[in-house]
């Protein structure tokens, strides 16, 4: 016996030496990520940190700078959106921009009225006005609208702006200026004009609102779906697919809640948007529509933003007011929006409208 554990301990260390070095090997983290193959935010092969390249677009080509907003350039997808209308109601989906909305980071937004009035009397009618001043990253506050320059993958070297790679693997060293992208920019976007779908996740989980981390899921869609009367719904390119998740409960009221982290869609859903759905356009009640924090903490915005923006050029509508439209119980829209076209900016800020 006492033979047998003196000859099993060697060989005990040994196995524990052996799995930690495999399981050092095995790190998935910002420095290995080629450890990461398999994890759902991985397409393909891990030849980057996303996985396969993702350029050129298979779907609009290498030199397309607009995205999922071509969809809306066929006349079959305006027309599927047109033809939802039938009561003629319109229903405001933004909120209200102002200096008490919560905002990420260090993000700021500061309008003024300066001379208040700004000029006049003029002529003999007397005419004054007042003009606004506005301080703020105008296109990634409020309800913001996430352009196909927002976001990228390091590639490379940490710093190096040639393996920074954006929609359609354009560089940063391609795009990027202090006046404005060269190339992605939200001036390059077609007007959206489709059908609209409104997914209330809060509403099937008979939930005011969806609490911090929870994931949407597959399961939630198609529960949601089944409850608004759409379970055979047949979902076609180029729809808008929105998601409810009751979060605006926190707009204003609670702004350190709100801004913590959030309910959103993980990547079960992603994938079910890119490759089945080929959507327009997709856009929640938060403000990153993913789920953060992300329940893999190796997974850092990896869903809307790195695998739909990134990889897809699939446009994402963050901050929206979805209320009015799930207490009216309209899960079926035309959807409009003109993104504001700011030559060389990331986002667009504007509220788009759902008419029944």
């Known amino acids: 016996m006492s033979t047998f554990r003196t000859a099993a301990l060697p060989v005990a260390a040994m196995l524990v030496t052996l799995a930690a070095g495999t399981a050092a090997q095995a790190a998935c983290d910002e420095n290995n990520w080629k450890d990461c193959a398999g994890k759902p935010w991985m397409t393909g092969k891990p030849e980057t940190p996303i996985g396969e390249v993702w350029w050129p677009n298979k779907q ?14 066929k006349p079959e997808v305006v027309k599927r959106g047109i033809a939802e209308v039938t009561e003629g109601k319109v229903y405001a989906l933004g909120h209200p921009y ?7 980071g260090s993000r700021t937004y ?34 913001q609208f996430d352009g196909l320059g927002h976001i990228g993958v390091q590639t490379g070297a940490a710093g190096d702006k040639t393996e920074m790679r954006f929609y359609n693997g354009r560089t940063q060293a391609e795009i990027g200026s202090e006046t404005g992208l060269k190339k992605n920019g939200i001036e390059k976007l077609h007007p959206m004009v489709g059908r609209g779908i409104l997914i209330d996740v809060a509403g099937f989980r008979g939930v005011d609102a969806m609490d911090t981390g929870q994931e949407i899921t597959m399961a939630d869609v198609r529960g949601a779906l089944q409850r608004q009367g759409m379970g055979d719904l047949q979902f076609a390119s180029g729809d808008v697919v929105l998601f409810r998740t009751g979060w605006p409960k926190y707009w204003i009221k609670d702004n350190k809640k709100y801004n913590e982290g ?95």
């Not at 102002?98 to 990420?104: A, E, G, N, Q, T």
């Not at 992603?270 to 924090?293: I, N």
């Open 110 to 143: 500061t309008l003024r009225i300066p001379g208040s009035p700004t000029d006049g009397p003029f002529g003999a009618n007397k005419m004054v006005y007042n003009d606004e001043y506005l301080s703020t990253e105008v296109g990634q506050v409020g309800t």
């Open 262 to 356: 959030e309910p959103g869609i993980g990547m079960e859903v992603a994938r079910w948007l890119s490759d089945e759905v080929h959507a327009g356009g997709v856009g929640s009640d938060t403000w990153a529509t993913e789920v953060r924090p992300n329940p893999d903490p190796g997974c850092v915005f990896c869903v809307a933003h790195t695998h739909l923006l990134a990889r897809h050029g699939i446009v994402n509508h963050e901050n929206l007011d979805l209320d009015a439209l799930a207490a009216a119980k309209v899960y079926r829209f035309m959807y409009v929006f003109t993104p504001v076209p700011f030559v060389g900016a990331t986002g667009s800020p504007g509220s788009p409208v759902a008419i029944k």
């Open 60 to 73: 609009w080509g290498a030199d397309d700078e607009a995205g999922s907003t071509n969809w809306f350039t």
């Open 98 to 104: 102002s200096i008490d909305m919560p905002l990420f």
